[in-house]
């Protein structure tokens, strides 16, 4: 895994974007590769292609990419730095085409054949496939019958959006069809959330800290709880939604990639095999879901963060008896020797009271003997809080003495806050893992034997939703913590949630 500093620019090489009109080439990539310039990370001779099928000249496509990423600086009151501009648009193409016609990777074959001449790229290529899932197989089909990822000249390499899959079937089916054409070290599966630093930094948190890896176990940690809490709707994106839901969209991939992070056996190197060999034993270690473990949710009208917000069922392009879950929470269980008998619960949900994600790790509770006197609600037990986003840090709760006569305890809190100890450079998130593949670092990306595990692993529960209709929804109003079911799968352990809204303490 690189970190960005003291780091060099990857070798020379095109990057062909297909979707170079979608939101996610606007948002996300050309802003990260702008952000890479800014470090110095860009490569030396860069070419940029960009493959879509509206009518649009080169010029138009870079003068539209500049337009919105002026307009995102804007809003931290930045100007365009033209020299970094300037690196990056110097080889910016457009190619119009469409992904499923065997002439758009004729003429792209012809095109690269020429910058590569003119610009000197030494062969190599990164396919980009920003476009909806539907297009994975037939893009990456047609670039290997076009003899596009041959790699014998430079490398050739293809990132292969989320989501993957939409069941194990179809992961399965997904990844076969991709090494027909592609070798596995050619194909980066990517999960953003993987590119937040704060996920990076759980890695070093616990494996370049003498502290913390000899209590990370089940001798010392009664339970995990992670939450990705966003406060928004389904930002007008019904469609989608509808055939996906919260189980499909946050969990076999985010949720369980927080888990593997968090939960991995310490790797022998940070080598990306190293490193995806021990995510990969994890997943087998951890149980397949039973219906029991999980629970599903989708919000009602209600209040968000003072504006009254419409319910799920009363959306865009979701119909009025829509079934589809909007919330999830669960109980993971893993079977190894380090978590066996510490349960992880994972919880994830839309139009909650706060956008907040984290990990926190609640440690076991200490004797009560020395402070029988102490009701025992005082006792809290300590807490190690991962903040992921916002306020991006790490947070250690534990009880301290209330100063007095009286030996009275209250939880209170040791922070510590990215923004206070770093200069962070902007970013999108994208940064790292678009430089990684172009350095051919493979480990913040998901090996074809881990995508399929993390299917498997919610399989049953796909299945026993599909056939069976919740009898509650809509079951939580929006703004509210979620369904109460959730909070009676922890009670059934005599457990309760952290509420999240309390950062680091009382
Ligand atoms: N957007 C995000 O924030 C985000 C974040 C994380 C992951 N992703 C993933 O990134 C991928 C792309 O998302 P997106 O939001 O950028 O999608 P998008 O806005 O729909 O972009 C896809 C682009 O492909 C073009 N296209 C569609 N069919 C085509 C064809 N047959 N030939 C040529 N061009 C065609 C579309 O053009 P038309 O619009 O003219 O049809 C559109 O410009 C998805 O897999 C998504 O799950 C997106």
Redesign the pocket.
Same mark, same amino acid.
């Given at each position: 895994m690189s970190t960005l500093s003291h780091k060099n620019p990857p070798p020379p090489c095109a990057i062909v974007i =297909? @979707? #170079? %009109? @979608? /939101? !996610? +080439?606007k948002? !996300?990539i050309v802003p990260a590769l702008y952000n890479l310039a800014r470090t110095g990370l860009l490569p030396s001779r860069l070419a940029l292609v960009g493959? @879509?099928? %509206?009518d649009k000249t080169s010029e138009q496509w870079r003068d539209g990419l500049r337009e919105f990423l002026e307009q995102m600086l804007s809003k931290t009151e930045q100007a365009i730095d033209e020299s970094l501009w300037k690196a990056l648009s110097q080889n910016m193409i457009f190619l119009k @085409? /469409? =992904? $499923?016609k065997p002439e +758009?990777y004729k003429t792209l074959d012809g095109l690269l054949g020429k910058i590569d001449k003119d610009v000197g790229l030494g062969g190599n290529v990164l396919f980009y496939? #920003? +476009? #909806? /899932?539907r297009? =994975?197989a037939p893009i990456a089909g047609k670039l290997g019958e076009a003899g596009l990822v041959k790699d014998d000249k430079g490398f050739r390499r293809v990132i292969v $959006?989320?989501?993957f899959g939409h069941d194990l079937q179809s992961a399965r089916d997904l990844n076969a069809y991709l090494l027909n054409y592609l070798k596995e070290d050619q194909i980066y599966r990517?999960d953003?959330f993987l590119g937040k630093e704060t996920v990076q930094n759980i890695m070093a948190l616990r494996f370049a800290n003498g502290l913390f890896e000899p209590i990370w176990n089940r001798d010392r940690i009664d339970h995990v709880q992670i939450t990705v809490a966003e406060s928004i709707g389904i930002e007008g994106r019904g469609n989608f939604y509808e055939k996906t839901g919260a189980l499909r969209d946050m969990v076999p991939n985010h949720l369980f990639q927080l888990v593997a992070m968090t939960a991995m056996e310490p790797p022998v190197s940070f080598d990306a095999e190293d490193i995806r060999a021990k995510k990969a034993e994890l997943f087998k270690a951890m149980h397949t879901l039973a219906m029991t473990d999980v629970v599903r949710g989708q919000y009602d009208t209600g209040t968000v963060q003072g504006e009254p917000v419409a319910a799920y069922r009363r959306e865009p392009n979701v119909s009025p008896d829509s079934n589809i879950e909007t919330y999830v929470a669960m109980r993971l269980k893993i079977d190894n020797w380090r978590w066996a008998g510490v349960p992880f619960y994972l919880r994830t949900g839309k139009r909650l009271n706060i956008r907040s994600s984290e990990i926190a790790i609640r440690f076991k509770q200490a004797p009560h003997a020395l402070f029988r006197d102490t009701p025992v609600e005082e006792l809290d037990a300590d807490w190690l809080i991962l903040r992921i986003q916002p306020d991006e840090g790490i947070r250690l709760r534990f009880n301290a003495k209330r100063p007095g006569p009286a030996m009275t305890l209250e939880s209170v809190s040791m922070r510590f806050n990215y923004k206070d100890y770093f200069h962070q450079a902007p970013a999108v998130g994208y940064e790292t893992l678009i430089y990684d593949c172009l350095i051919g670092d493979a480990t913040l990306f998901q090996r074809a034997d881990q995508v399929e595990a993390a299917w498997a692993l919610v399989e049953p529960v796909l299945k026993g939703w599909h056939d069976t209709h919740p009898r509650h929804f809509p079951n939580y109003a929006a703004g509210s913590e979620g369904p109460s079911a959730a909070n009676d799968l922890l009670a059934k352990d005599g457990r309760s949630w952290r509420d999240i809204r309390i950062l680091g303490g009382k």
């Open positions: =297909f @979707g #170079a %009109n @979608g /939101d !996610l +080439t948002r !996300l493959v @879509g099928h %509206n @085409g /469409d =992904f $499923e +758009t496939l #920003a +476009t #909806a /899932d297009f =994975f $959006e989320k989501p990517i953003h």
